[in-house]
């Protein structure tokens, strides 16, 4: 079994920063992907970045490509999401999502929600205008 437990949400400015963090523990030698996904208020979950831990391929989605960064820490089990130049349309409950294997091509980690089998509670991440 894997856990996933999801840290550093909370509220911002517009154009602030925020890192979140996304620490595994139990049976994770097996997990290659991890992702993260947000879900905003009213509205369907959506994938954000997704990473493949040990080959370190990224995707991201074009709404936060230049402005957010998927990192890893093997070490300490731990994903990261640094997102800088927050916007109101950043609101959401935030997850994160992993895998054991590839989630999507040799190249390039998927962001659809279906292939990834565990999940964290969520951090809330608010941004003001």
């Known amino acids: 079994q894997v856990q996933l437990v999801e840290s550093g949400g909370g509220s911002v400015q517009a154009g602030g920063s925020l890192r979140l963090s996304c620490a595994s523990s139990?049976?994770?030698?097996?997990?290659?992907?991890m992702a993260w996904f947000r879900q905003p208020p009213g509205k369907e979950r959506e994938g954000v970045a997704a990473?493949?831990?040990?080959?370190?391929?990224?995707v991201y989605a074009d709404s936060v490509k230049g402005r957010f960064t998927i990192s890893r820490d093997n070490a300490k089990n731990t994903v990261y999401l640094q997102m800088n130049n927050l916007k109101p349309e950043d609101t959401a409950m935030y997850y994160c999502?992993?895998?054991?294997?590839?989630?999507?091509?040799?190249?390039?980690?998927?962001?659809?929600?279906?292939?990834?089998?565990?999940w964290g509670q969520g951090t809330q991440v608010t941004v003001s205008s």
């Open positions: 990473i493949y831990t040990r080959l370190g391929r990224t």
């Open positions: 139990g049976y994770t030698d097996s997990l290659n992907s």
């Open positions: 999502a992993a895998t054991d294997g590839l989630s999507g091509s040799l190249l390039r980690p998927s962001l659809i929600s279906s292939e990834y089998a565990y």
